[in-house]
């Protein structure tokens, strides 16, 4: 048996998304810039997409611009509000993902802006007073701080941080890559200038996102060159990229309540088969109701082979990761872990799951995991 649990590095493409894509990859290759019939129907397919995504934020089409992806989604939110604004401090958690947390770090090295870290909890919850307090005693703010963590599944109260920076006259950004079309997200119910999100978190392609920037802020451009993206990013679409993001957006949100259900039921049961079949075993962040349903950050006991984990993992067909798909390549530990004191001599893996995945791959899972971490 072959299993994939991570789901929350990429997702498989789902079959739907590829059908509507494929016209765009064969039949309709005219570019969305020129103003033949060929360039026209490229250029609807786009104007297309981006209707259909604002609707399904509940925001207006001219608000959504279409990146390669959260990273530049997130470095065009973060640099251009440092730049355009005037902003000299901005405020962030130590978990962030590092498409955040680098990029405001060369910020403050490069002398832009003065960075602050608002107090976290073991779990990795933001401490609220001490959030506010660093939007009293600062000069206007830059915030950014995602709706839920990548590798440990905290989920923020962005209503409640929206409503305290409007008040503090804070631009305030979100990664929400890991929460767009995983919930309903209502952009008129949250005070917010910036979302990032990425079409390979939910079963689009991968290399295509887009940034929410609301219409009452302007910002110029992060990349320049030709006016696409009513001049906002150069460069030639990725037509069926954009064709793909939308259609998958669209299956997720007709069929959000399934899903939930779904993954929250793989999620629990493998939570509550861990918990009986390993003795020791503990969770990081927040496992329970705050925290993501697709994500489950395990903390297992000390082995002598603490480090073959997820080599051993692999060799059995089960895909997990030790952290973010971004970080698993270098010898670094999580800076997550780390950012919330876990301890990181217990060998940690993350599990995270998606509508494709059973009750039957977590069993296998489990069995394979009992072997590697026999009862005394």
Do not use: W
């Not at 997702?11 to 810039?33: A, C, F, I, Q, R």
């Not at 109260?157 to 929206?162: A, C, L, R, T």
């Not at 990761?321 to 010898?331: H, I, K, L, N, Q």
């Amino acid at each position: 048996m072959k299993v994939y649990f991570d789901n929350a590095a990429t997702t498989p493409l789902d079959k739907e998304v590829l059908d509507e894509m494929l016209p765009y990859l064969t039949e309709h290759y005219g570019n969305p810039s020129s103003i033949h019939s060929f360039g026209r129907k490229t250029r609807s397919a786009i104007e297309g997409a981006r209707k259909k995504i604002a609707k399904l934020l509940n925001v207006s089409p001219s608000e959504i611009f279409f990146t390669s992806g959260g990273t530049e989604a997130d470095n065009m939110a973060i640099r251009c509000s440092v730049h355009d604004f005037g902003i000299k401090h901005a405020i962030t958690s130590k978990i962030e993902h590092h498409a955040v947390l680098h990029t405001l770090e060369k910020l403050a090295e490069e002398g832009f802006i003065k960075l602050s870290f608002v107090n976290l909890d073991d779990e990795g919850n933001i401490d609220i007073k001490h959030f506010e307090e660093l939007l009293k005693t600062n000069e206007r703010s830059f915030v950014s701080l995602m709706h839920a963590n990548n590798e440990i599944g905290n989920l923020l109260p962005i209503k409640e941080v929206g409503e305290i920076c409007s008040s503090y006259n804070a631009i305030f950004h979100s990664d929400t890559v890991q929460t767009v079309g995983h919930y309903d997200i209502d952009l008129q119910k949250i005070n917010i200038h910036f979302i990032s999100g990425a079409a390979h978190k939910f079963h689009g392609p991968k290399g295509v996102g887009f940034l929410y920037i609301n219409g009452n802020i302007k910002i110029n451009p992060f990349i320049y060159g030709g006016s696409q993206e009513r001049d906002m990013r150069g460069g030639t679409e990725n037509l069926y990229g954009i064709v793909g993001l939308a259609k998958s957006l669209e299956i997720a949100m007709r069929d959000i309540d399934e899903h939930q259900n779904h993954i929250s039921e793989i999620k629990n049961y493998m939570k509550g088969q861990l918990i009986a079949a390993i003795p020791g075993i503990e969770f990081n962040g927040a496992s329970g109701g705050n925290s993501l349903y697709t994500v489950l950050n395990v903390r297992f006991p000390k082995t002598d082979n603490a480090e073959m984990l997820l080599f051993n993992l692999d060799i059995a067909g089960i895909a997990s990761s030790g952290g973010s798909a971004c970080t698993s390549g270098s010898d670094k530990g999580s800076h997550v872990l780390e950012g919330i004191g876990a301890d990181i001599t217990r060998p940690s893996v993350r599990f995270s799951f998606s509508k494709y995945n059973t009750m039957e791959e977590v069993d296998f899972t489990v069995n394979k995991l009992k072997t590697l971490f026999p009862a005394n």
